[in-house]
């Protein structure tokens, strides 16, 4: 039994999706999160950026007394998680591998579409991993950048037509490649699966990376004993932007309201 807090983290607002999952499944855990709001987008940065911030995050979380960290963000997972590992002395749970494994689970004709940031494509990690699982699966990758700006401004809605139009754009070559199956690659794009499952078809599976990360966050501490033992945990939030701006849209991503007092941080104090 381990009563200390979980770290969650993610460039925004997108590991609220993973965060949401990793309340219902742990419901008694104490979650700390942190969202880069003022420094946000990642994916579009090169990865000695996407690494600093990261280092800075973490440093930044690892100021609570924490159990593990949950890399919930897609573009930092598939960039800077081996650096992040090796520099902390805690286990450090990120999207790639979970996702990766379910992926090539689910498939039944070995091709794997996958989507996410410029930078998490561009990083080939999820290539590395499913080709170590399954040698002859092909993978077929689409950077979509104009994702996150949609979300982050409340447009996911499968009946929008720019988000129809977008994810059309997108996601046809990968439909047109016979993907079976598809990893939303970006903590942002659940809230997008109903867009991208009109636009794939309903027999395409959708792998969500980050409730992928949740469940294998769940059970790798179970397996050490690492649980914490109380009813009813609690969450703190923790944002390098406006706070009002986040309770606004927190609750999109989290299905409900924001149940935990969010707080201001200077990032750029932590760290190097
Ligand atoms: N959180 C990022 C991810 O999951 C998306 C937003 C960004 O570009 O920072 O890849």
Known sequence: MDQRPIGVFDSGMGGLTALRVLRRILPGEDLIYFGDTGRV????????????????????????????????????????????TVENDLPFFGVVTPAARAAVERTRNGAIGLIGTAASIRSGAYEREIGALDPGARVFAAPCPLFVPLVENGRFRAEDPVVNLVAEDYL??????????????????????????????????????GATCADQAARSLAEQGLLAQREQGSCRFFVSDSTEDFARLASIFLGGGVDGPVERVEIQKYGK
Request: proline share 5%.
């Open 41 to 84: 987008p990642y994916g579009s940065r090169g990865r000695d950026t996407i690494l600093r911030y990261a280092r800075q995050d973490v440093a930044f979380l690892r100021s609570f007394d924490l159990k593990a960290v949950v890399v919930a963000c897609g573009t930092v997972s598939a960039n800077a998680l081996a650096e992040l």
């Open 172 to 209: 046809a070559p990968l439909r047109e490649a016979g993907v079976d199956t598809l990893v939303l690659g970006c903590t942002h794009y659940p809230l997008l699966s109903e867009a991208i499952g009109k636009v794939m078809g309903p027999e395409v599976a959708l792998v969500d990376s």
